[in-house]
């Protein structure tokens, strides 16, 4: 019986062991995985982080790596079949993560930036506006959908119906005001701002309202004219070590 008893323990710690050495390796190839996609080598990290993932199946940031990845290798516009297999692989490689966790910033902001690429300004919309909830301190993805927004109302091929431009109009600009009041030297922006305010100009329903509407976004268009220049000249200012009080 104490015989029995010592095996089944000495298996037990054989097993833990064997875990525990899947579970380096795999941190070893994330790591490996993370200096080929900071160098670039996309092809070369994915190998590493499949790798990752098949020694601890429970390492999300290799697959969060993995799926951005496979996105940075989709080319806009590219017709191959290579090139939509990285689109395919980048939101399966999403969606896999948001099945374990559904509320996975990284991932919806991933699916968000690959269906906009894909020009599916529907799908991007829909992750774009998820990420503002759950990520309501971020102005990024509230610029966002301020831009996907503006694309969709100026898509003069597949235009929506008047009703759906002047709601797309209206939450874009919010959105970009929201933008704003997280970050207020945020020059692009400030960019979707001015150019939304065009179209609430060209929808609007007397001349007297255009003419409004046009000058608030010429001041938006030279606003954000001026906080680009400001910020690039703070970047470069910050880039030689001289310190730069903010704007």
């Given at each position: 019986m104490r015989?029995?008893?010592?095996?089944?323990?000495?298996?037990?710690?054989l097993a833990l062991t064997s875990v525990s050495c899947a579970k380096l390796q795999a941190r070893d190839n994330l790591i490996k995985g993370q200096q080929a996609?900071?160098?670039?080598?996309?092809?070369?990290?994915?190998?590493?982080?499949?790798?990752?993932?098949?020694l601890d199946p429970d390492l999300m940031m290799a697959e969060l790596y993995l799926g951005t990845a496979y996105s940075q290798q989709y080319i806009p516009g590219a017709q191959?079949?290579?090139?939509?297999?990285?689109?395919?692989?980048?939101?399966?490689?999403?969606?896999?993560?948001?099945?374990?966790?559904?509320?996975?910033?990284?991932?919806?902001?991933?699916?968000?930036?690959i269906y906009q690429n894909l020009l599916r300004l529907d799908k991007?919309?829909?992750?774009?506006?998820?990420?503002?909830?759950?990520?309501?301190?971020?102005?990024?993805?509230?610029?966002?959908?301020?831009?996907?927004?503006?694309?969709?109302?100026s898509n003069k091929a597949e235009p929506p119906t008047v009703e759906e431009q002047i709601k797309l109009v209206s939450e874009g600009l919010a959105s970009a005001d929201k933008a704003l009041e997280l970050?207020?030297?945020?020059?692009?922006?400030?960019?979707?701002?001015?150019?939304?305010?065009?179209?609430?100009?060209?929808?609007?329903?007397?001349?007297?309202?255009?003419?409004?509407?046009?000058?608030?976004?010429?001041?938006?268009?030279?606003?954000?004219?001026?906080?680009?220049?400001?910020?690039q000249e703070k970047k470069i200012k910050e880039a030689q070590g001289i310190k730069v009080e903010n704007q």
């Open positions: 015989n029995k008893t010592l095996s089944l323990v000495l298996l037990a710690i996609f900071n160098n670039a080598k996309y092809e070369e990290s994915i190998r590493y982080f499949q790798e990752a993932m098949n191959s079949a290579e090139n939509q297999k990285n689109a395919e692989m980048a939101i399966k490689t999403f969606e896999s993560i948001l099945t374990k966790d559904p509320n996975n910033i990284p991932a919806i902001a991933g699916l968000a930036f991007a919309h829909e992750y774009y506006a998820r990420q503002t909830q759950l990520d309501a301190s971020n102005p990024v993805p509230f610029y966002a959908v301020a831009s996907v927004n503006w694309l969709m109302v970050n207020p030297v945020y020059d692009e922006a400030m960019s979707y701002k001015n150019l939304l305010l065009r179209e609430k100009a060209r929808l609007a329903e007397t001349e007297e309202e255009k003419t409004l509407l046009t000058a608030s976004a010429d001041q938006w268009f030279e606003k954000a004219l001026d906080t680009r220049k400001k910020n």
